[in-house]
């Protein structure tokens, strides 16, 4: 099973978001039983919360449920995931910086971003003190570069 793991914050807007858009894509090809999807954050500050009202908001509006609860990334994560994607270049340099991500066949760091077509490696913005303009904007990039990591997937692990 190829397992991808969605960093942010603190796992209730970005991250969400994206685990749920990718379940959604992973399930339209019918590939759960080949891969895995989870997200955590890189703080402990909403561990066992739903994510933000605005992210649910914005993917029911788009046919997709989250149902993920707030958790932290922890160093055993590196061990256990294929990919983890960071949200933003802060959470790509906290990720980087723990320890197991050194380990021999830990899991492959990317930002979110390098997944998308017109935003190459930029950040994902935290939509959190914005308006709910800013989970549109979030829900679009994570959709674009959902679809080309998904891709990717599918070609290196022939899926």
Partial sequence: MIKVLFVCLGNICRSPLAEGVFKHLV???GLEDKIFVDSAGTSGWH???????RSIEV????????????RKAISLDF??????IAMDGNN??????????SVE????????????????????PDPYYGGDDGFSYVF???????????EEIREEHKV
């Fill in 27 to 29: 399930s339209y090809e």
């Fill in 47 to 53: 561990i066992g919360e739903p994510p933000d009202p």
């Fill in 59 to 70: 993917a029911m509006e788009n046919g997709i449920d989250l149902n993920s609860y707030g």
């Fill in 79 to 84: 061990e256990e995931f294929d990919y983890i």
């Fill in 92 to 101: 790509y340099s906290d990720l980087k910086n723990r320890s197991g991500s």
């Fill in 105 to 124: 066949g830990a899991a492959k760091l990317y930002l979110m971003r390098d997944f998308d077509d017109i935003g190459k490696g930029q950040d994902v």
């Fill in 140 to 150: 679009e990039l994570l959709d674009r570069s959902c679809r080309n990591l998904l």
